[in-house]
T-cell receptor
Framework: NAGVTQTPKFRVLKTGQSMTLLCAQD?????MYWYRQDPGMGLRLIHY???????AKGEVPDGYNVSRLKKQNFLLGLESAAPSQTSVYFC?????????????FGPGTRLTVT | GENVEQHPSTLSVQEGDSAVIKCTYS??????FPWYKQELGKRPQLIID?????GEKKDQRIAVTLNKTAKHFSLHITETQPEDSAVYFC??????????FGTGTSLTVIP
């Protein structure tokens, strides 16, 4: 049981390049989330999904797109990377089973945009 | 949307003393309040949580209190140990869909 995994762990992009971050969970969770973490800013929600085939915008969605084609995967895309998107990205998943919504986080992806 | 404020941003305590971190939230619809511990370079991990129908919850040396009227909740760590040193984040969730995080408290426990 791997929990929540993220690919890749590190990435350096040039301004204008695109990339996709992959999040996978093996806990059969309905909910999945993408956050970015910047120094002094805490975690900010980019997009989230409440089930396969559904996505919604979070606090800071501009410049990002997401897809949830399979229940276990949640992809975060950057179509044209900007230096302001340099950050650590965390994926999380949760389930409302039993009325609890504990989030489990992935190990993070450190992205640098030059 | 929801706005979560967290204080203090840094906190130093002597080993064995207590530490208290406070958060306020703005949206009265928030009903779930987790606390996370994040060690350097690691992922956030849930240490305790509380739901809006409960005023206090305790787990060994860690406790959380919630005041719905004042819209604030606090984390209390007693008998602190060096391994408690980390960044702690509070969060508030509305209906379990979206989570809003505080900006974090860097706790240092001095041996």
């Amino acid at each position: 049981n791997a929990g929540v995994t993220q690919t890749p762990k590190f990435r350096v992009l040039k301004t204008g390049q695109s990339m996709t971050l992959l999040c996978a969970q093996d806990m059969n969770h309905e909910y999945m989330y993408w956050y970015r973490q910047d120094p002094g800013m805490g975690l900010r929600l980019i997009h989230y999904s409440v089930g396969e085939g559904t996505t919604a915008k979070g606090e800071v969605p501009d410049g990002y797109n997401v897809s949830r084609l399979k229940k276990q995967n949640f992809l975060l895309g950057l179509e044209s990377a900007a230096p302001s998107q340099t950050s650590v990205y965390f994926c999380a998943s949760s389930s409302l089973a039993g009325g609890v919504n504990e989030q489990y986080f992935g190990p993070g992806t450190r992205l640098t945009v030059t | 949307g929801e706005n979560v404020e967290q204080h203090p941003s840094t906190l130093s305590v002597q080993e064995g003393d207590s530490a208290v971190i406070k958060c306020t939230y703005s949206d009265s619809a928030s009903n779930y309040f987790p606390w996370y511990k994040q060690e350097l370079g690691k992922r956030p991990q849930l240490i305790i949580d509380i739901r809006s129908n409960v005023g206090e919850k305790k787990d060994q040396r860690i406790a959380v209190t919630l005041n719905k009227t004042a819209k604030h909740f606090s984390l209390h760590i007693t008998e602190t140990q060096p391994e408690d040193s980390a960044v702690y984040f509070c969060a508030a969730s509305i209906r379990g869909n979206q989570f809003y995080f505080g900006t974090g408290t860097s706790l240092t426990v001095i041996p």
